[in-house]
């Protein structure tokens, strides 16, 4: 069978005598043409004023922000804005007022090739295009918090501009519940001290911070706090199939279109298990998702669902860019040396307090719980040393964790990353 793997996937022989169970997505079939859905959506929103009506009640628009995905997301933003930038034209807004201001969070910023692949034809026309820079003090601006002391820093471009529009998708986050809606402002837009602050030891380590949890979860309180001091006018989400096409849209209300798109999710996307497996083969879904190990974390968070105690989890990530280009902190901290218990006591501790502390948070506590086996382009020096495992192959990674859990230790195996998520019926 094949797992997404890269652009390209990569193929797994299963061996007939393992006890293998294999669960993919159900069919999600895309959108008929999807600039015209786009298009219909922002006419017709969802609990809002239409895109037209909140334009002409303005006196004046002269720059409008459009908040787009970075690179390591694989929506397909240059549908969404075909169809938006023909609407803005129809109600009498020029390219020359627009800008497309991409939501990099802590991220690294994207490059030319990358902004070709996210903006399409946007990206050689009048409008202005901007990369968000969380540590680029001048380009951030500060605003009043009435709630706490957590200061709150907004791209300046962004809480400037006379209309401010998200775009983005909906899928399970592994700590965040569900991306898209207010995400996009912080952490996308938001200055790293902000970020740092939302992201806090805290806060990953509530239980309630994990995939597909919205209630009581401690960083979507915060950062939805904080968005709304922010501001936003109208919102376009998606929702996209294993092969990154578009299946739902909605646009209008931020609080709305976010909790319409969360329903739809959550009746496609679990699947009850009735108990753990010895063995989880997982992914992030293929390019761009799988870009590194940074973002790799986060398939090694949908089998730390479903993994028993003491079991192993198979990530199978292409990372093409290594550890990830811009994660400094994440590469000094799995080069550490260190055991993951102490790792992760320092960061509650707030001994460790520095960009990308929650990804290694997580890893962390999913190796203190399982061992993990890599299998990637990257070379086993690569990876770190804070207790990763080097696979070649998937097949190898199976056979070497079948000699640990015994031959017919129970093996599951996701191909498609977070298109389909494991739910323990306990």
């Known amino acids: ?57 303005r006196e004046r628009i002269k720059s409008v922000c459009i908040v787009v995905s970075d ?21 009498g807004i020029k390219e020359k007022y627009m800008g497309v201001l991409i939501a990099t969070g802590l991220h690294r910023p994207s490059r030319k090739e990358e902004l070709n692949r996210i903006l399409g034809v946007i990206s050689t026309g009048d409008v202005k295009i901007i990369n968000h820079i969380a540590t680029d003090k001048k380009s951030l601006i500060s605003l009043h918090n009435p709630d706490d002391e957590v200061p709150i820093y907004i791209n300046k471009y962004y809480y400037e501009s006379d209309l401010k529009i998200l775009t983005g998708y909906v ?13 996009s402002i912080i952490p996308g837009l938001a200055g790293a001290e902000t970020i740092l602050a939302n992201h806090s030891a805290e806060r990953i380590a509530s239980p309630y911070a994990r995939f597909g949890i ?62 753990p497996f010895d063995i989880v083969v997982c992914g992030n879904g293929g390019f761009p998702l799988d870009l590194n190990l940074y973002q790799a974390v986060k398939s090694m968070a949908i089998g730390e669902m479903v993994v028993k105690r003491g079991g192993t ?32 006591n320092k960061i509650l501790q707030k001994e460790i307090v520095v960009p990308d502390q929650w990804q290694i948070q997580v890893l962390t506590r999913i190796l ?23 696979a070649d192959t998937v097949e190898n990674a199976i056979k070497n964790s079948l000699l640990k859990h015994g031959q017919e230790a129970s093996i599951l195996i996701l191909p498609n990353g977070p298109q389909i998520l494991p739910l323990i019926n306990l």
């Open 214 to 275: 919205q209630e009581n979860n401690p960083l979507l309180e915060h950062s939805s706090r904080l968005a709304k001091i922010a501001g936003v006018d109208f919102i376009i989400n998606v929702c996209i199939n294993k092969n990154h096409e578009i299946t739902q849209i909605a646009a209008g209300d931020v609080e709305l279109v976010h909790e319409r798109l969360v329903d739809y999710q959550n009746k496609h996307l679990f699947k009850e298990i009735q108990e």
């Open 313 to 344: 989890i198979i990530s199978v990530n292409e990372c093409s860019e290594g550890v990830g280009k811009g994660q400094d902190k994440f590469k000094e901290l799995i080069f550490s040396e260190k055991n993951p218990q102490d790792i992760y």
């Open 1 to 57: 069978m094949k797992l997404d793997y890269g652009k390209n996937g990569i193929e797994l022989e299963i061996d007939p005598k393992w006890n293998t169970k294999i669960i993919q997505p159900d069919e999600q079939f895309p959108i008929e043409n999807p600039i015209n859905a786009i298009r219909d959506s922002i006419k017709n929103p969802v609990g809002n004023l239409s895109l037209k009506a909140i334009i002409k009640n």
């Open 368 to 390: 203190m719980k399982s061992e993990i086996y890599l299998v990637s382009s990257m070379k086993e020096e690569e990876i770190g040393n804070i207790g990763l495992k080097y």
């Open 171 to 183: 899928e399970p986050h592994f700590f965040f519940g569900f991306s898209g809606g207010y995400k």
């Open 71 to 91: 690179a390591t997301r694989p929506v397909p933003t240059h549908l969404i804005l075909e169809g938006l930038l023909r609407e803005l034209n129809d109600y």
